[in-house]
């Protein structure tokens, strides 16, 4: 039996047709199918729990928190600082206040005041206790152990970095709102070992204190991030952020040589800031003011 020319192109290219779907189509659909199936079945890794790793985000009244368990140290703690919460309410004294063990976290990741014992270094606030002068309550806050990380006390905790603490407080004379954020970093420097005929390496390194064990672990670097609306009803921003060694610095040292893009210390903390902003419209808070200290 003779095929016509145009018959012949027609079983041809039917064939063809008929390829393409059993090897392209009808698997993409059964894939789907399964995807589907898949995503609606028990994710068996995690039935027995979640491993973490867990953050403690701790509200409290003149602060906000998210505590490191691994560390023991704050990941960051933010402040709104304004002239009505830096008022000091009757009879509040940081005399009346002492550092204390954080009953929110659980007592296997929990720091006790012994564990800075004798190891040579501060408790260091994150919300300083000056920020927080409106009430005792207030006050007290500060002092537990989840907003505190070991710093460097004569030259840097007691002098430079007080300064800046106090830097963020007079802001409150030129902003309506000011917003702090601070936190540790753990910052890699150049290894010494390394030969001059091989690439430059890297490594990080820090203490660990603790009283029994050592479970505290010492930041590098401390960072500052300050965010301002430029007017009460503006939508105008200014932003500056600092980084400063764990270390005596001379106070002669200019606050702006510290300066550092924000996107530097999201890199190196893994934390990102101001979602919900856009970032493109800030400006230098450096140049709508003399940051010094």
Not at 38 to 65: C, H, I, M, S
Not at 94 to 121: E, H, I, M, Q
Not at 128 to 156: C, R
């Amino acid at each position: 039996m003779s095929v016509s020319m145009s018959q012949f192109i027609w079983l041809v290219g039917g064939f063809v047709m008929g390829m393409f779907f059993m090897y392209n189509v009808v698997p993409l659909r059964m894939n789907r199918t399964n995807h589907l199936q898949a995503r609606q079945t028990q994710n068996t890794v995690l039935k027995f729990g979640n491993p973490g790793p867990v953050v403690d985000l701790l509200e409290r009244t003149a602060y906000t928190t998210a505590f490191n368990r691994k560390d023991r140290i704050p990941y960051w703690v933010g402040e709104h600082l304004t002239v009505a919460s830096l008022t000091a309410g009757t009879d509040v004294s940081r005399d009346k206040s002492s550092f204390t063990a954080d009953t929110s976290v659980p007592a296997l990741f929990r720091v006790n005041t012994k564990d800075y014992t004798n190891n040579g270094y501060d408790r260091g606030h994150h919300a300083a206790a000056a920020d927080a002068v409106a009430s005792q309550k207030a006050m007290d806050e500060t002092f537990l152990m989840t907003n505190i990380a070991p710093q460097v006390g004569a030259g840097f905790n007691q002098q430079y970095w007080a300064y800046l603490e106090q830097f963020c407080r007079d802001l409150t004379k030129n902003f309506t709102d000011v917003y702090v954020y601070t936190g540790p970093l753990f910052l890699p420097q150049i290894d010494s070992s390394t030969s001059t005929s091989t690439k430059t390496k890297y490594k990080v390194q820090y203490t660990v204190i603790g009283n029994n064990s050592p479970l505290v672990s010492v930041p590098t670097h401390y960072y500052k991030v300050i965010l301002v609306p430029t007017s009460s009803s503006s939508t105008v921003y200014a932003m500056a952020a600092f980084v400063l060694p764990n270390q005596v610095i001379s106070n002669n040292t200019p606050l702006t040589s510290f300066q550092v893009d924000l996107q530097a210390i999201e890199f190196a903390s893994g934390l990102q800031f101001f979602q919900l902003l856009d970032r493109s419209k800030f400006l230098d808070l450096c140049d709508q003011i003399t940051c010094a200290v």
